[in-house]
T-cell receptor, first 115, second 115 residues
Framework: AQKVTQAQTEISVVEKEDVTLDCVYE???????LFWYKQPPSGELVFLIR??????QNEISGRYSWNFQKSTSSFNFTITASQVVDSAVYFC????????????FGTGTRLAVRP | KAGVTQTPRYLIKTRGQQVTLSCSPI?????VSWYQQTPGQGLQFLFE???????NKGNFPGRFSGRQFSNSRSEMNVSTLELGDSALYLC??????????????FGPGTRLTVL
């Protein structure tokens, strides 16, 4: 069965600090997809990134970067030079090819960035 | 392009009543999925519709049902409401790339309160 673990429930940092959000997943499929979503207080889930299981290249988008390691079943998310606007709940999610578009979410990490 | 829209945004019902929530996907998207978000259970998959057919279903009782119309718009219905049904209900749409797991884009959600 598929499972996503986000062990960090809450993280608090001061603005401009770097912060890494951890995500560990479990799946029996060889083809799967990993996602990160951001949920600000308004409630809407905002898509950040999608990765398939065959692409282990790290990705950088502005202040955001993602580290995908199949060997440790991890897909970690780093925010560099955090800003107050980054305060939100971040969810890691997994979709197996055999389950279509169904997403299995982690429990989320609440990030608070203090000025 | 307009995002996923959900109506109503807020709803208050009493136990035993039924409720219908509506979702309009992004133009051109043909797959619609529904998720329930509660503090205790987190984000859980309800069901997915494609071409007016339920393609995937989560582990929820039969009181939860849905449908999709020919224009891809979707509705979900919860009958005989229970206090535990109080939640944020999120709708997501995806393009559906015929065999490829697509990225799901979420709407703002409907916050249902059952008294």
């Amino acid at each position: 069965a598929q499972k996503v673990t986000q062990a960090q429930t809450e993280i608090s940092v001061v603005e401009k600090e770097d912060v890494t959000l951890d995500c560990v997943y479990e799946t029996r499929d060889t083809t799967y997809y990993l996602f990160w979503y951001k949920q600000p207080p308004s409630g809407e889930l905002v898509f950040l990134i999608r990765r398939n299981s065959f692409d282990e290249q790290n990705e950088i988008s502005g202040r955001y970067s993602w580290n995908f390691q199949k060997s440790t079943s991890s897909f970690n998310f780093t925010i560099t030079a955090s800003q107050v606007v980054d305060s939100a709940v971040y969810f890691c999610a997994l979709s197996e090819e055999s389950s279509g578009d169904k997403l299995t979410f982690g429990t989320g990490t609440r990030l608070a960035v203090r000025p | 392009k307009a995002g996923v829209t959900q109506t109503p945004r807020y709803l208050i019902k009493t136990r035993g009543q039924q409720v219908t929530l509506s979702c309009s996907p992004i133009s051109g998207h043909r797959s619609v999925s529904w998720y329930q978000q509660t503090p205790g259970q987190g984000l859980q998959f309800l069901f997915e519709y494609f071409s007016e057919t339920q393609r995937n279903k989560g582990n929820f009782p039969g009181r939860f049902s849905g449908r999709q119309f020919s224009n891809s718009r979707s509705e979900m219905n919860v009958s005989t409401l229970e206090l535990g049904d109080s939640a944020l209900y999120l709708c997501a749409s995806s393009l559906d790339g015929q065999g490829v797991t697509d990225t799901q884009y979420f709407g703002p959600g409907t916050r249902l309160t059952v008294l």
